[in-house]
């Protein structure tokens, strides 16, 4: 009898969600080309509707039923526990996106946004695979991989003034996202506590250092 190896399907599950989770990055790309308008309605269309399911397979066995048997693969224990109800990390990304596309000025949107989707993904595979010592609430070497590619990151992400105090606020707000993406396990979903906090470090730092300054992307929609 074949022995079936439940540590390579649980990887390999894993990098099938992060490969989904990877197309959110269309989010700030698309952004970058349309109104702030525009993004608030799709953002809230597909959000609604995301909420619209999240609702019906907790108040409908069979709704719940179907769900699970489609998407039960793609999910984390904890979002299957019809005792909590928690939500799907898919509707917490819409939600983040919404949520921070009405807060947070597009420059900055494009910048915490991207490391979410990008350093997430990095931080889970290496942490998963990888990880073998322990650093708060996970591994060192995924919140490492956090890091390092939330810093490349903010390397290619457009800036206001391109100078390099934005370069710093950027690492800065990365590293405490590293931070908030370790801790939040277990108590918090992270696909809200990565760009919240990096998007609410940035600004703040632009707030004290460049009070005076637009955060407004010239040649793009607004």
């Known amino acids: ?3 079936i190896d439940h540590g390579t399907i649980q990887y390999r599950d894993e990098l099938i969600r992060k490969m989904i989770h990877l197309c959110s990055l269309s989010f700030p790309i698309i952004y970058y080309f349309i109104s702030r308008y525009d993004a608030i309605v799709i953002l809230s269309g597909l959000t609604l509707f995301s ?7 907790y108040i409908s ?7 699970i048997r489609l998407f039960g693969f793609l ?3 904890h979002e299957m ?9 898919a509707t917490y990304v819409f ?22 989707i990008i350093s997430d993904t990095f931080a889970a595979l290496i942490g998963r695979r990888y990880g073998k010592h322990q650093f708060l609430a996970k591994s060192l070497e ?17 800036k206001i003034l ?10 800065l707000a990365v590293a405490l996202g590293a931070i908030a993406e370790n801790i939040s396990y277990g108590w918090a979903d992270d696909n809200m506590t990565i760009p919240l906090t990096v998007g609410g470090v940035i600004w703040i730092c632009y707030l004290i250092f460049y009070p005076n300054v637009p955060l407004i992307l010239s040649h793009v929609p607004q």
């Not at 909420?51 to 397979?57: P, Q, T, V």
């Not at 009405?102 to 946004?113: E, M, N, R």
């Not at 391109?162 to 690492?171: K, Q, S, T």
């Open 95 to 116: 939600l983040s996106a919404l949520l921070s596309v009405l807060i947070f000025p597009k420059v900055i949107f494009i910048t915490a946004f991207s490391v979410l």
């Open 51 to 57: 909420l619209s399911i999240e609702l019906l397979r």
């Open 81 to 89: 526990d019809k005792k909590k109800k928690n939500l799907s990390g």
């Open 142 to 158: 995924g919140t490492l991989a956090f890091f390092v590619t939330a810093v490349v990151v903010v390397l290619v992400t457009p």
């Open 162 to 171: 391109y100078v390099p105090a934005e370069y710093y606020f950027g690492i």
């Open 1 to 3: 009898m074949t022995q």
């Open 61 to 67: 066995p069979k709704a719940g039923e179907i769900f």
């Open 75 to 77: 999910m984390r224990e």
